[in-house]
C-alpha cells in the first residue's frame, strides 16, 4: 500500500512498481492466459470495470430541456434570494463572486466537518445537490492589508483580524466579531465564523419568510431551510425537481497564502497542462475550525476554486473509480465521523502526483484506480495520517483516535476483500435514489404541481436556447468553476463565468 507521499514530486515511469495496485493487481505475464485478477479479492477485473461502468451509468444524471430550465430557475431564486439578503443591512459585497459547485458538502466538494450536518438522502429528500461559497468579505484589493493570524490556529487554519480594515467595515461587521482588547489599549476584531453563520442564518430566514408571503406563479418551493453548523442548507421544489443549495459565508482572497507557499516549488501532475496562474487565482477561509481550535474565531483555509482547475487534468476512469469509491466510503464509514469524501479526494490528488500520467490516462483501468484508492484510504488510516495536499504539513488525521482508526481500517478491508459485493450494493443504492426520484417525478405531474414552463404562459415561454445553454452550463461542466456576478437591483440578468468564458 502507497502512501499519499509528503513530497509533491511526479511520479517517474520507475516508479510504477510502488504504485497500490502494481503487484496487487497486475497484467498477466506476456504469454499467459486468462483473465486478469485482483491478487486480493480473486475479483476478475473486467468484471470491476463492468461494475465501475454500471455504477457510473446510474450515478451520473442526464437532465432534459424541462430540467434544465427548472435548474436555472432554483438558481434564480437563489441568486435573488442572496441580493435581498445584500438590501437588508448592506453587509454582503454589492458587486459579489459566488463559486457554485455540483454537489452538496456532504459529497466532499469542500473541506468541511461532517459532524453537525443533517442526513439528507438523495431521492428521498433531494435529487440534485449543489455548494454555493458567498463571500462575506471578498479581499480582492491588493492594496488592502489584511491580518491572518495563525499564532493560535492549527496548520491550515487562521483567525482574521480586521484591525487593518477601514473603519466603516468594522463598523458593518462589528455584531460578527469577538472582540479582544489589549493592555496597550487597543482593541482588535476577530472576524467570526460562527458569529457570521448566525446572522446569514438569520437574514436568509427573514428574506424567505417575506418572500414566501408574496407568493409568485412559478416561484420555487421552500421544502427546507436547515441551519448545519456554519453552512445553510435549504431545499427547494420546482416543477418535480428538489434541489439542495449548501450554502456557505466565506472570505474570498485573490492570490496565494503564504502558508502552502513551498507547495508550489514541487512538480505536479498538472504542469503543462494549466497555467499556475489558473491555480494559484485566489483561496477562501471557510467557517470551520480544527479539532482544538475556537469554534467562534477560527476559519480553515480552503483552495476549492484550485480544485476545480486541477479537476480538468483528472482522466475520466480515474475518476469514475473515485466516484465510486466515494460513494462506498460514504456509506460504509458514516459512523463515527472520521472520514469524509475530501480525504479521499486528497489522496487521489497525492496519487496523480505519484504515478505516471500514461498510467493514469488508461481508459481500461478503473478497477486498478478504485483498489489503489481504497489501499491508500487504508493506509492512511493504520498510520494515522493523510496529508492535506495543498499544506502537506498539515495532516488532516492527526485528531483521530487509535481506536477509531482501526476500526475504519477494518471496515475497509472487509472492502478489500470484496470489492465486487460493495460495488454492487452501491449500484443498487443509486438505482433505488433513482426510482424514488421518478416516482416523486411522477407524483409531481399527475397533480400538476406548478413549473416555471407550464405557468409562463403563451408569449412568455422560455426560448429553447436557454434551456440548451443551461443543459450546457450545468451538465456539462460538473466541477468546473462557475462564478456569478450579481447586481442586487437587477437579478435578472445573466452575469456568469465558466473559468474564463463569460455568459
Not at 440 to 450: A, E, H, I, K, Y
Amino acid at each position: 500500500m502507497a502512501a499519499p507521499a509528503l513530497s509533491g514530486r511526479t511520479g517517474s515511469a520507475g516508479s510504477l512498481g510502488n504504485s497500490p495496485t502494481s503487484t496487487a493487481a497486475g497484467r498477466p505475464p506476456q504469454g499467459g492466459s486468462g483473465p486478469e485478477l485482483d491478487f486480493r479479492s480473486a475479483a476478475r477485473m473486467e468484471d470491476l470495470n463492468r461494475l465501475i461502468q454500471e455504477f457510473s451509468k446510474h450515478d451520473q444524471r442526464e437532465y432534459d430541456d424541462q430540467r434544465a430550465l427548472e435548474i436555472h430557475t432554483a438558481k434564480d431564486f437563489i441568486f435573488s434570494m442572496l441580493g435581498m439578503v445584500q438590501k437588508l443591512d448592506q453587509k454582503l459585497p454589492v458587486a459579489n463572486e459566488y463559486l457554485l459547485l455540483s454537489g452538496g458538502v456532504r459529497e466532499g466538494v469542500v473541506d468541511m466537518d461532517l459532524d453537525e450536518l443533517s442526513v439528507y438522502a438523495r431521492g428521498t429528500d433531494y435529487n440534485m445537490d449543489f455548494t454555493l461559497l458567498v463571500p462575506a468579505l471578498k479581499l480582492h484589493d491588493r492594496n488592502q492589508p489584511v491580518t491572518l493570524d495563525m499564532r493560535h490556529s492549527a496548520l491550515g487554519h487562521s483567525w482574521l483580524s480586521l484591525r487593518l480594515f477601514d473603519e466603516g467595515t468594522i463598523n458593518k461587521w462589528k455584531d460578527c466579531c469577538t472582540i479582544v482588547d489589549h493592555i496597550n489599549g487597543t482593541t482588535n476584531y476577530f472576524f467570526s465564523p460562527t458569529l457570521v453563520a448566525d446572522w446569514f442564518y438569520q437574514s436568509i430566514s427573514l428574506v424567505l419568510l417575506e418572500v414566501q408571503k408574496k407568493p409568485q406563479r412559478g416561484m420555487p418551493r421552500v421544502e427546507k431551510v436547515d441551519r448545519n453548523g456554519t453552512i445553510i442548507s435549504v431545499i427547494l421544489g420546482v416543477g418535480s425537481s428538489r434541489m439542495l443549495y449548501d450554502i456557505v459565508p466565506v472570505v474570498s482572497f485573490k492570490g496565494w497564502p503564504a502558508v502552502a507557499q513551498s507547495w508550489l516549488m514541487e512538480n505536479h501532475f498538472w504542469d503543462g497542462k494549466i497555467t499556475e496562474e489558473e491555480v494559484i487565482s485566489g483561496f477562501y477561509l471557510v467557517p470551520a475550525c480544527s479539532y482544538k481550535g475556537r469554534k467562534e474565531n477560527e476559519w480553515r483555509l480552503s483552495f476549492a476554486r484550485s480544485e476545480v482547475q486541477l479537476k480538468k487534468c483528472i482522466s475520466s476512469s480515474l475518476m469514475q473509480a473515485y466516484q465510486a469509491c466515494k460513494a462506498i466510503i460514504i456509506k460504509l464509514l458514516s459512523r463515527p465521523k472520521a472520514i469524509s469524501p475530501y480525504h479521499l479526494r486528497s489522496i487521489m490528488l497525492w496519487a496523480c502526483d505519484r504515478l505516471p500520467a500514461n498510467y493514469l490516462a488508461q481508459d481500461d483501468f478503473s478497477a486498478h484506480f478504485l483498489l489503489g484508492l481504497i489501499d491508500d484510504l487504508q493506509h492512511c488510516l493504520v498510520n494515522k495520517m493523510c496529508p492535506n495536499y495543498f499544506i502537506p504539513q498539515c495532516n488532516m488525521l492527526e485528531h483521530l483516535s487509535d481506536e477509531t482508526a482501526m476500526l475504519h481500517a477494518r471496515k475497509l478491508s472487509s472492502v478489500r476483500s470484496d470489492p465486487a459485493e460493495h460495488l454492487r450494493t452501491t449500484i443498487e443504492h443509486a438505482k433505488a435514489a433513482n426510482r424514488l426520484t421518478v416516482e416523486v417525478q411522477w407524483r409531481g405531474s399527475s397533480t400538476n404541481l406548478p413549473s416555471p414552463q407550464s405557468d409562463a404562459g403563451g408569449e412568455n415561454q422560455p426560448d429553447d436556447r436557454l434551456a440548451k445553454k443551461l443543459q450546457q452550463l450545468v451538465t456539462e461542466n460538473p466541477g468546473k468553476s462557475i462564478s456569478v456576478f450579481i447586481n442586487p437591483d437587477d437579478v435578472t440578468r445573466p452575469h456568469f463565468r465558466i473559468d474564463d468564458k463569460f455568459f
